[in-house]
C-alpha cells in the first residue's frame, strides 16, 4: 500500500505516526497531524471529521486553514460511500463556492474506515497544480486515514474500557454502602439502638470518632457505617491497622517517605494519610501506636499537615479520622505510654460497642445471620439450629464477642451432617465447665438422656408442639414422646405457634 508513497512523505508519515501515538486524547493528535500536513506538504486547508456516537451526525474534530464553502456535501457522500473522492479544480466543481479572487485548488478527501465502515473523513485541499500526482497524493492520505482509524479504535476502546471501570466502581461503592448499611449491623437490644443513634448523628458530620469496645465487637463495622452515611462515601476509606505495624513502619506506613529516606527507599512512596485525602482514614488498634508517631499523629490532627519521612515539603490533606481501640486509654495515660493531648484531640465523640455478653437478646439474630451467610457460603443445606444449641450459645459468655460466635457458626456449618444443627456441633468449649461457669460432671447415661431431650425438642419444634407428628419424625410412638416430654420436663407449650 505505501509502495506508491514518495520519498519525501515519509518524514511527514513518521511525525504523524509519533503525533497520534504519544498522546492519550485524539484531538491533539489530530491537530498536531495537520500541522505536520501544512508544514510538510504545504497544504492550504485540511480537517478531520468524525461520526458522534451519540448523534450519529459528523462533528469537526481538528482543522486548520481556510477554504472553499460547499465542502460538507462531498463530505458527506465520501464517507456514506466509503469511497474517496479528488476534485481536481476547485473552481469549475458547482457544489464548491470559492471566495471572488481566490487561487483555484485541488481538493482531497478519503473516508476512515474501521472494520470496513466509515466512522468519518480526512479532506484536504492543496494548490492546484498541471503537473500533480493525484493518485499518489490520494495514496498518501489513505495511508494517513487509515491511521487515524486505528488511534479512533485506541481511544474508543480505552473510552469503554474506562466507562467500564467507572460502572464497575460505582456499583462497588454501591454494593460497599448497602453492605454497610445500618440494617446490616444486626442488634435490636437497647445498647446496639443507642449505637445505630449515635452512627446517624455522627455520620453527617467530619467529626473525628473514637470507637471503643472489646475485640471482636465489631468496631470496624461501625467505622465503615460511618464512612458510607456520610458526604465523603464517594472518596476513599482506608483502613490501618496499627497492632500488626512494627514500630519502625508505622511512621512510613502512615506519612510515606521520600527517595533515599532509608536503606531500601528507592522511590518517593504515599502514606495512608495521602491516600485517604478527601476520604476516611480508620486508624484500628489506636492504642497500639508509639509515642513519637503519636506526636506527628496529634500534630495532623491540629494543623492538617506533616511532612514525609526525610522530607521536607508539607503536605496537607482533608481526611476524616475515625480510631478504634479495644484498650482502656486512661489506664494507658497513667501508665505514660499513651499522650493525654492525642487522648483529647480523638475523644471528641466516643461510640462505645457493648461486649455480645451485654447483648444477649441479640445472639439468636446473629447466629441466624451468619447460619444464612455460611449455609450459603461452603453449599450445604442448613435450615436452622436446634433449641438446646441455642440455649447452649445463650448460656456462653463470649469471651471473643461476635467474632467468635460467628466463628462458632461457621464451624458448626462444616461439621453438621444434617440440616439442623445441634448442640454436639458446637466446639467442646461451649460445653466444659469453664466455659458456661457451670460446673458438671454426666455419666453416660446423662449424657445419653441430654442428647434425647435434645433431638425431641427439635422434633417438637419442627413440628409446632405436636407430639404425634414429632413422633413421625423420631420413627417413635406418641405414647413414648409423651412419657419422654414428662420424664425430661419438657415444656411443649413453647414450641406451639
Not at 482531497?108 to 494548490?127: D, T, W
Not at 465489631?218 to 467505622?223: D, F, Q
Not at 444449641?389 to 461457621?410: C, F, K, Q
Request: hydrophobic share 40%; aromatic share 6%; net charge positive.
Amino acid at each position: 500500500m505505501t509502495d506508491k508513497v514518495l520519498p519525501g512523505q515519509l518524514a511527514a508519515l513518521l511525525e504523524i505516526n509519533h503525533a497520534l501515538t504519544t498522546t492519550h486524547k485524539l484531538r491533539p493528535g489530530l491537530e498536531r497531524l495537520l500541522d505536520v500536513l501544512r508544514r510538510l506538504e504545504g497544504i492550504a486547508r485540511g480537517a478531520v471529521l468524525i461520526i458522534d456516537p451519540a448523534t450519529g451526525q459528523l462533528r469537526v474534530e481538528s482543522t486548520v486553514g481556510h477554504g472553499a464553502s460547499g465542502t460538507a456535501a462531498l463530505v458527506a457522500r465520501v464517507v456514506e460511500s466509503g469511497r474517496p473522492m479528488i476534485v481536481p479544480h476547485t473552481s469549475r466543481e458547482p457544489l464548491m463556492r470559492a471566495a471572488k479572487g481566490a487561487a483555484d485548488r485541488s481538493f482531497f478527501c478519503v473516508p476512515i474506515l474501521v472494520a470496513r465502515k466509515s466512522l468519518g473523513a480526512l479532506e484536504v485541499e492543496l494548490p492546484a497544480k498541471r503537473d500533480r500526482e493525484y493518485e499518489s497524493v490520494l495514496e498518501f492520505l489513505r495511508v494517513i486515514a487509515s491511521m487515524i482509524a486505528q488511534a479512533l479504535k485506541v481511544e474508543r476502546l480505552v473510552d469503554s474500557e474506562r466507562q467500564k471501570l467507572r460502572d464497575e466502581n460505582l456499583h462497588l461503592r454501591e454494593e460497599l454502602k448497602e453492605r454497610y448499611d445500618f440494617s446490616h449491623i444486626i442488634g435490636s437490644g437497647g445498647p446496639m439502638r443507642s449505637v445505630f443513634e449515635q452512627i446517624s448523628q455522627v455520620a453527617r458530620t467530619n467529626t473525628t470518632v473514637l470507637i471503643r469496645g472489646e475485640s471482636g465487637t465489631g468496631k470496624e463495622l461501625i467505622a465503615h457505617a460511618v464512612h458510607y452515611h456520610s458526604p465523603r462515601a464517594k472518596r476513599p476509606f482506608v483502613k490501618v491497622s496499627c497492632g500488626a505495624l512494627p514500630d519502625t513502619l508505622i511512621e512510613s506506613e502512615l506519612f510515606g517517605y521520600e527517595k533515599g529516606a532509608f536503606t531500601g527507599a528507592d522511590t518517593r512512596k504515599k502514606g495512608r494519610f495521602e491516600l485517604a485525602d478527601g476520604g476516611t482514614l480508620f486508624l484500628d488498634e489506636i492504642g497500639d501506636v508509639n509515642l513519637a508517631t503519636q506526636v506527628k499523629l496529634l500534630r495532623v490532627l491540629q494543623e492538617r499537615e506533616f511532612e514525609r519521612l526525610g522530607g521536607t515539603d508539607q503536605i496537607r490533606v482533608n481526611v476524616r479520622l475515625i480510631a478504634a481501640t479495644n484498650q482502656n486509654l486512661e489506664d494507658a495515660i497513667q501508665a505514660g505510654t499513651f499522650r493525654a493531648d492525642l487522648h483529647y484531640r480523638l475523644n471528641v465523640f466516643t461510640i462505645f460497642v457493648p461486649p455480645l455478653r451485654e447483648r444477649r437478646t441479640d445472639i439468636t439474630l446473629l447466629a441466624e445471620h451468619f447460619l444464612e451467610k455460611y449455609s450459603s457460603e461452603h453449599g450445604r443445606q442448613i435450615r436452622r439450629i436446634s433449641t438446646p444449641a441455642i440455649d447452649m450459645l445463650m448460656s456462653y459468655h463470649w469471651p471473643g464477642n461476635v467474632r467468635e460466635l460467628e466463628n462458632t457458626v461457621e464451624r458448626a456449618v462444616l461439621v453438621c451432617d444434617g440440616s439442623v444443627i445441634h448442640g454436639h456441633h458446637l466446639p467442646p468449649t461451649l460445653q466444659t465447665a469453664d466455659a458456661t461457669g457451670t460446673v458438671t460432671n454426666l455419666s453416660l447415661e446423662e449424657a445419653v438422656g441430654a442428647y434425647e431431650k435434645d433431638l425431641i425438642q427439635d422434633a417438637l419444634k419442627t413440628t409446632r408442639g405436636n407430639r404425634a407428628r414429632a413422633a413421625q419424625l423420631l420413627r417413635s410412638t406418641e405414647r413414648i414422646i409423651r412419657y419422654k416430654v414428662k420424664r425430661y420436663d419438657i415444656d411443649v407449650s413453647r414450641f406451639r405457634s
